[in-house]
C-alpha cells in the first residue's frame, strides 16, 4: 500500500497508527508507519520490520549468507515478510521460500501492507508450524525458526520432537537459525534447553547475541561454519558470541 509524502515525512518524526485487529492467534494485531514503512506488531513484540528487522538484516550480514550456496528456504513464521524482504531484496537471492504462518489475518495484512504477493517464488503456507514439520518430506537449505505468538514461543517447538523434525527436513551441510528471545526467567529456560538438544542432534552450534530495546535476542545457528565449517562434528564446544548492541534506526 502506497503512502503519501506527508506520512512519509511525518513518521521520521512520530509512529502513525493505521490499523489495528485481532485474530484467534493474536489478541492485538497493529500496523503503524514508522520512519517511512509500515511495521507489524503484537501486543508485546515486534512481528515485522521492526526489532525483528533489525536482527536478521545484521545476523544475514555476519553469516554472508549471499555467499552461501542455498537453494531452497524454509521459513518458520512468515509474519509480515521482513525476512523474505532482506533475502530477496537486500541479499538478491532468488532460491524458492516456503513462509509457514499459522495466522491468516497476519498472512491478509502482509499482502495488504507488505506486498507479500509481490515476490518471485514465494509459497505462502497457512498451517501450524509444528504440524508442517511433522508432515514435511521436503529439505532445505536454509531453515528459519522464528515461531512466536505475541511474545512467547509455544512450548511445542522447544522439544525433542520438534528438533527430530528440523533434522529430517534438512541434509548435512544446511543451516539453521532458531530465534530466541530472552524476556523472561522462562524463556531463558528454554533456550538453555534448546541449545543443549540442538547440540544432541546437530554436533556445536554457534550462538550470536543481539540487543535491541533492552531485549536480548539469541539466534542458535547449525552450519554457519563457524565452528565445524559445513561439517557437523560430535563432541565440540559450543560457541557464544559476544552480544551485539543494535539500534533501532531501519536502513
Known amino acids: 500500500m502506497k503512502v503519501s509524502k506527508i506520512k512519509e515525512i511525518v513518521s521520521y518524526f512520530m509512529p502513525i497508527h493505521v490499523e489495528a485487529c485481532s485474530s484467534f ?3 492485538l494485531l497493529e500496523v ?10 503484537a501486543k508485546d513484540s515486534n512481528y515485522s520490520f521492526g526489532a525483528l528487522y533489525i536482527i536478521f538484516k ?10 552461501r550456496n542455498i537453494n531452497s528456504c524454509l521459513l518458520m513464521g512468515l509474519g509480515g515478510g521482513s525476512i523474505v524482504n532482506l533475502l530477496r531484496k537486500k541479499h538478491q537471492l532468488t532460491m ?23 515476490y518471485k517464488d514465494l509459497y505462502v503456507v497457512n498451517e501450524d508450524a509444528y504440524d508442517f514439520a ?7 537449505d536454509l531453515i528459519i525458526i522464528d515461531l512466536y505468538i505475541n511474545d512467547e514461543v509455544p512450548g ?3 522439544t525433542k520432537e520438534f528438533i527430530s523434525f528440523l533434522e529430517k527436513m534438512s541434509h548435512k551441510s544446511s543451516v539453521i537459525l532458531f530465534n530466541k528471545m530472552l524476556n ?23 550462538l550470536l547475541t543481539y540487543k535491541v530495546n533492552e531485549v536480548t535476542n539469541k539466534i542458535i545457528c547449525v552450519n554457519t561454519g563457524r565452528i565445524h565449517d559445513g561439517e557437523r562434528q560430535k563432541n565440540k564446544r559450543n560457541v ?12
Request: with cysteine; net charge neutral; charged share 30%.
Open 96 to 118: 524458492p521460500i516456503t513462509g509457514v504462518e499459522i495466522d491468516p489475518v497476519v498472512i491478509e495484512l502482509g499482502k495488504k501492507y507488505f506486498d507479500l504477493d509481490g
Open 58 to 67: 545484521n545476523v544475514f550480514d555476519e553469516l554472508s549468507i549471499k555467499e
Open 32 to 41: 503503524t508507519l514508522r520512519n517511512r514503512r509500515y511495521v507489524l506488531d
Open 156 to 158: 511445542k517447538f522447544h
Open 240 to 251: 557464544d558470541l559476544p552480544i551485539i548492541l543494535l539500534n533501532t534506526k531501519l536502513n
Open 134 to 140: 511433522k508432515n514435511c518430506n521436503s529439505k532445505f
Open 184 to 206: 523472561s526467567k522462562k524463556a531463558k529456560e528454554d533456550y538453555s534447553t534448546l541449545v543443549k538438544d540442538m547440540s544432541a542432534e546437530f554436533g556445536a552450534v554457534s
Open 25 to 27: 492467534h493474536n489478541p
